[in-house]
């Protein structure tokens, strides 16, 4: 088996004559995706704190259910006192649990 001499001339001129082709498709293909990879970005972290807000007010409207049912209701302060009515759906079923 005999083993070939490398070009070395012609090997760097593919490796410079890609880059010459190459990085300026590059810089257009970042420049053209930031704006797509901005927005996915922003729509996850927007989705991502509307279930931290969500779940924030399940706990404080459960602590108030809990609160009330220590029999404190005529201590509380009148902006926890609220009707039954008042609480989302989502919180008196998770009470019934």
């Known amino acids: ?14 490796a410079l004559g890609g880059m010459l082709i190459l990085i300026p498709l590059l810089f257009a293909l970042r420049f053209a995706l930031k704006p797509v990879i901005e927005m996915v970005s922003a729509n996850r972290e927007s989705r991502r ?8 007010s399940l706990r404080v409207t459960l602590l108030e259910q809990q609160v ?4 404190a209701g005529s201590r509380m302060p009148e902006a926890l006192q609220m009707s039954s009515a008042s609480l989302p759906s989502h919180a008196s079923s998770a009470n019934r649990e």
Request: no cysteine.
């Open 49 to 56: 704190d509307r279930s931290e807000v969500e779940k924030l």
């Open 1 to 14: 088996m005999t083993v070939q001499p490398i070009d070395v001339t012609a090997v760097m001129g593919m």
């Open 68 to 71: 009330r049912s220590l029999g």
